[in-house]
């Protein structure tokens, strides 16, 4: 099967920064869109930035120019470095890919994955 495992979140202070990372693994063929949403406590989850796999980016307004999105495909690993952090930025930050994994021999399949969260606090 396919994981998609998240890690570096923690607590941070206002104006800091962190870098999450987002590994995929297991019987993968390809990595295609890679992205990140969050939810905070009490809201719907909500996009934050999305890769495509030939490097193309696209953030939720209320990151852009503060968070930069970027994949590694030979590790097919997916990272956001966010900077200049803000205490609305707290939340559970997931990682999602749509990967194309093989089934069986000869047989692929593609689908939609979600990591397990980490969770980023900005608080003085």
């Known amino acids: 099967q396919v994981q998609l495992v998240e890690s570096g979140g923690g607590l941070v202070q206002p104006g800091g920064s962190l870098r999450l990372s987002c590994a995929a693994s297991?019987?993968?063929?390809?990595?295609?869109?890679m992205g990140w949403y969050r939810q905070a406590p009490g809201k719907q989850r909500e996009f934050v930035a999305v890769?495509?796999?030939?490097?193309?980016?696209n953030y939720a307004d209320s990151v852009k120019g503060r968070f930069t999105i970027s994949r590694d495909n030979a590790k097919n690993t997916v990272y956001l470095q966010m900077n200049s952090l803000k205490p609305e930025d707290t939340a559970v930050y997931y990682c999602n890919a749509d990967i194309t994994r093989v089934e069986a021999v000869g047989v692929t399949r593609r689908s939609e994955y979600w990591g397990q969260g980490t969770q980023v606090t900005v608080s003085s």
């Open positions: 890769i495509l796999s030939r490097g193309s980016t």
């Open positions: 297991g019987r993968l063929l390809s990595t295609n869109t």
